[in-house]
């Protein structure tokens, strides 16, 4: 048994149970080969400095760059902050990503350019998961309905509805009518207002149902 505790290949094997799928793919490779080449633990402690290293680089190099961000969004309005944005995205680390596409986003929606937003809606949705996801579709879907590509959010809205969780009901539906009235598709709007008025607890339920009246009295 404790000759077993200074073999290599033990050694060996309990690094490798350490090394996550967050170390970059080279120091893997070398991981990898290490039990073949049968290195010795000083190399192994050698090579899990180096791996603590480049995490400690990782860590300072986002804390920088969540400084840099901070320091756009501080000092920079309107089409002057997505410049700014859009000059820092491409070197951005991948755990700001997401951050900086939704800034972009917003703040293409701010300066009405809906197309842009339209695009960095439709990033962020394909570089998250879970809620984020969801929120990010319906910001597409909300921006190309004000860049008059309204069919276009319906097909996604309703594609959407079918995934979405519970909680999102109420939104998802509530945009797809819109986009649907919007597309000039009553059926579809009228589909979506019904289905908003048996949520309960909905605000604007004068409002919702007077829809529902105007797209029956219009069919």
Do not use: C
């Amino acid at each position: 048994m404790e000759e077993n505790k200074t073999k290599p290949g033990v050694v060996l094997e309990r690094f490798q149970d350490v090394v996550n799928r967050d170390t970059p793919g080279i120091l893997q490779k070398i991981v990898a080969n290490l039990k073949p080449l049968l290195i010795g633990a000083a190399v192994i402690v050698a090579i899990a400095a180096g791996i603590a290293g480049y995490r400690m680089i990782q860590a300072r190099n986002l804390a920088s760059a969540q400084e840099a961000l901070g320091s756009i969004l501080a000092g920079n309005t309107g089409k002057e902050k997505v410049a700014a944005l859009e000059k820092f995205l491409p070197g951005a680390p991948s755990g700001l990503r997401s951050a900086v596409l939704f800034e972009l986003a917003g703040a293409s929606m701010n300066l009405k350019d809906f197309d842009k937003a339209a695009g960095y809606w439709a990033d962020l949705a394909a570089h998250s998961d879970g809620d984020e996801r969801v929120v990010a579709k319906l910001g597409r879907a909300h921006a190309l309905t004000r860049a008059g590509k309204a069919a276009e959010a319906v097909k996604e809205l309703e594609a959407l509805k079918q995934d979405a969780p519970e909680a999102f009901a109420v939104p998802v539906t509530r945009q797809l009518a819109l986009a649907a009235e919007a597309a000039g598709d009553r059926q579809a709007a009228l589909a979506a207002y019904e289905a908003l008025a048996k949520f309960e607890n909905i605000g604007d339920r004068p409002f919702i149902e007077s829809k529902i009246a105007q797209l029956k009295a219009a069919k």
